[in-house]
């Protein structure tokens, strides 16, 4: 199949999966793609060990394994979905929050992939730096399933700037320490260096030039947009950016997704306010919208597909499942030091630990960052341990942390 043949595929398949969801399951739109996606997966590998003959299951895994899951997310959906997610935190919000942000965007990915890491190395025996690799894969919080949970959860304002700008900013770190790591995991693979001076090197080249880049070509895109009151070139700009922007990031070698962040974080703000007529600011909103529903639903599609990738042994999906309680604890320090480390210089609303600890769900950057692993021995059970972890975060998580944050949100909302 060509692109054009997948793309009107993967389509089809997101607008029936979700007029089903809608007449029946009536689950938030995206997960409910998921889980009938998941189903129908499900059901088309039960009907081939009924009637084998049919080989039904091999040609849809053909056709799944054929569509370059981690290059689609990575190099093509992630940069709009961020850009889009950027574009509706305010920075004003931002700066309230910074701090809390910063800490758990660093340090907090930094306890959440040693604490993985260690512990899923002694539950199988994989060497250190590949489950911290592991670790790395599993501790970024996707942007596109929390934003999504999100508009569902109705949070108050402080609490939902801090969960969506904590996982648009730990996406972007979660990958670079991801890079690094592989780096040092993998050295024989064609990688950027395996020292930890080269390491380190990488780390603030891809951060720091990221947001640098990011914050250059949002403030060139907003001057420009300055001089121009045309709502429909004006959108035109604003994907270019996205796109464009990306592609560069990817070129130089920075952090595309830190860039996609920066970029948006800028346009969305200061660009609507100073370079936006009332007219263009609705169409630029109402055009990101779309592109962040199509795409988000598109994305859950692919990732109810994916479980024909995974490895159906009773090992691996014991290790699975074990994953997932490391995954909450690692999340749960990731969110409580950061927390404790402010707690004695401003107050937090009660239920920002738990909520913030229940939301943080991962998604399709795991499953890609998985899917973009060299071959080896250790990657089927990488691969199916992430794959667990994520089906496990967006629906559970996803579906009761809105009746949590209603139970344990309701005091008076501080700083």
Not at 36 to 45: C, E, R
Not at 111 to 130: D, Q, V
């Given at each position: 199949?060509?692109?054009?043949?997948?793309?009107?595929?993967?389509?089809?398949?997101?607008?029936?999966?979700?007029?089903?969801?809608?007449?029946?399951?009536?689950?938030?739109?995206?997960?409910?793609?998921?889980?009938?996606?998941?189903?129908?997966?499900?059901?088309?590998?039960?009907?081939?060990?009924?009637?084998?003959?049919?080989?039904?299951?091999?040609?849809?895994?053909?056709?799944?394994?054929?569509?370059?899951?981690?290059?689609?997310?990575?190099?093509?959906?992630?940069?709009?979905?961020?850009?889009?997610?950027?574009?509706?935190?305010?920075?004003?919000?931002?700066?309230?929050?910074?701090?809390?942000?910063?800490?758990?965007?660093?340090?907090?990915?930094?306890?959440?992939?040693?604490?993985?890491?260690?512990?899923?190395?002694?539950?199988?025996?994989?060497p250190i730096m590949i489950a911290l690799v592991f670790g790395a894969i599993i501790s970024p919080t996707d942007p596109v399933a929390v934003l999504g949970v999100l508009r569902e959860a109705n949070?108050?304002?402080?609490?939902?700037?801090?969960?969506?700008?904590?996982?648009?900013?730990?996406?972007?770190?979660?990958?670079?320490?991801?890079?690094?790591?592989?780096?040092?995991?993998?050295?024989?693979?064609?990688?950027?260096?395996?020292?930890?001076?080269?390491?380190?090197?990488?780390?603030?080249?891809?951060?720091?030039?990221?947001?640098?880049?990011?914050?250059?070509?949002?403030?060139?895109?907003?001057?420009?947009?300055?001089?121009?009151?045309?709502?429909?070139?004006?959108?035109?700009?604003?994907?270019?950016?996205?796109?464009?922007?990306?592609?560069?990031?990817?070129?130089?070698?920075?952090?595309?997704?830190?860039?996609?962040?920066?970029?948006?974080?800028?346009?969305?703000?200061?660009?609507?306010?100073?370079?936006?007529?009332?007219?263009?600011?609705?169409?630029?909103?109402?055009?990101?919208?779309?592109?962040?529903?199509?795409?988000?639903?598109?994305?859950?599609?692919?990732?109810?597909?994916?479980?024909?990738?995974?490895?159906?042994?009773?090992?691996?999906?014991?290790?699975?499942?074990?994953?997932?309680?490391?995954?909450?604890?690692?999340?749960?320090?990731?969110?409580?030091?950061?927390?404790?480390?402010?707690?004695?210089?401003?107050?937090?609303?009660?239920?920002?630990?738990?909520?913030?600890?229940?939301?943080?769900?991962?998604?399709?950057?795991?499953v890609a960052l998985a899917l973009s692993l060299p071959e080896g021995e250790w990657k089927p059970l990488i691969l199916t341990a992430t794959y667990i972890v994520v089906l496990f975060s967006i629906?559970?998580?996803?579906?009761?942390?809105?009746?949590?944050?209603?139970r344990v949100g309701r005091e008076p909302d501080l700083m």
């Amino acid at each position: 199949m060509n692109f054009l043949q997948i793309t009107s595929l993967l389509i089809v398949l997101a607008g029936a999966f979700g007029a089903i969801n809608y007449l029946y399951l009536k689950l938030p739109s995206a997960i409910g793609i998921l889980v009938v996606a998941f189903a129908a997966s499900l059901g088309v590998m039960a009907v081939d060990l009924l009637v084998p003959s049919l080989g039904m299951a091999d040609t849809v895994r053909m056709t799944v394994t054929g569509i370059d899951f981690s290059e689609a997310v990575l190099e093509g959906m992630l940069g709009l979905l961020l850009f889009a997610g950027a574009l509706h935190v305010k920075l004003r919000d931002l700066r309230v929050e910074w701090l809390l942000i910063f800490l758990m965007a660093t340090i907090g990915v930094g306890l959440s992939t040693a604490i993985i890491g260690t512990a899923f190395s002694w539950i199988t025996g994989m060497p250190i730096m590949i489950a911290l690799v592991f670790g790395a894969i599993i501790s970024p919080t996707d942007p596109v399933a929390v934003l999504g949970v999100l508009r569902e959860a109705n949070l108050k304002k402080s609490l939902e700037t801090k969960i969506a700008g904590e996982s648009l900013f730990n996406d972007g770190v979660a990958y670079v320490v991801f890079l690094v790591l592989v780096g040092l995991a993998f050295p024989s693979d064609d990688h950027h260096g395996s020292g930890l001076a080269d390491a380190a090197l990488l780390f603030v080249q891809e951060a720091v030039g990221g947001a640098l880049l990011g914050i250059v070509l949002g403030w060139l895109t907003f001057r420009v947009m300055r001089r121009i009151d045309d709502y429909s070139l004006e959108v035109l700009i604003t994907l270019g950016l996205a796109f464009g922007g990306y592609e560069l990031a990817i070129w130089l070698h920075v952090s595309a997704p830190i860039m996609a962040v920066c970029a948006g974080l800028l346009i969305g703000d200061i660009g609507a306010k100073h370079g936006m007529s009332a007219e263009t600011r609705d169409y630029v909103d109402a055009f990101w919208k779309l592109i962040d529903e199509i795409l988000n639903a598109v994305l859950f599609l692919l990732i109810g597909f994916e479980v024909f990738a995974i490895v159906f042994d009773t090992s691996f999906l014991t290790a699975g499942v074990m994953a997932i309680g490391l995954a909450l604890v690692a999340r749960l320090a990731a969110v409580a030091v950061p927390v404790l480390m402010l707690k004695p210089f401003r107050e937090f609303s009660q239920g920002v630990v738990p909520i913030m600890t229940w939301g943080g769900l991962k998604g399709g950057i795991s499953v890609a960052l998985a899917l973009s692993l060299p071959e080896g021995e250790w990657k089927p059970l990488i691969l199916t341990a992430t794959y667990i972890v994520v089906l496990f975060s967006i629906v559970v998580q996803g579906l009761t942390v809105a009746p949590l944050a209603r139970r344990v949100g309701r005091e008076p909302d501080l700083m």
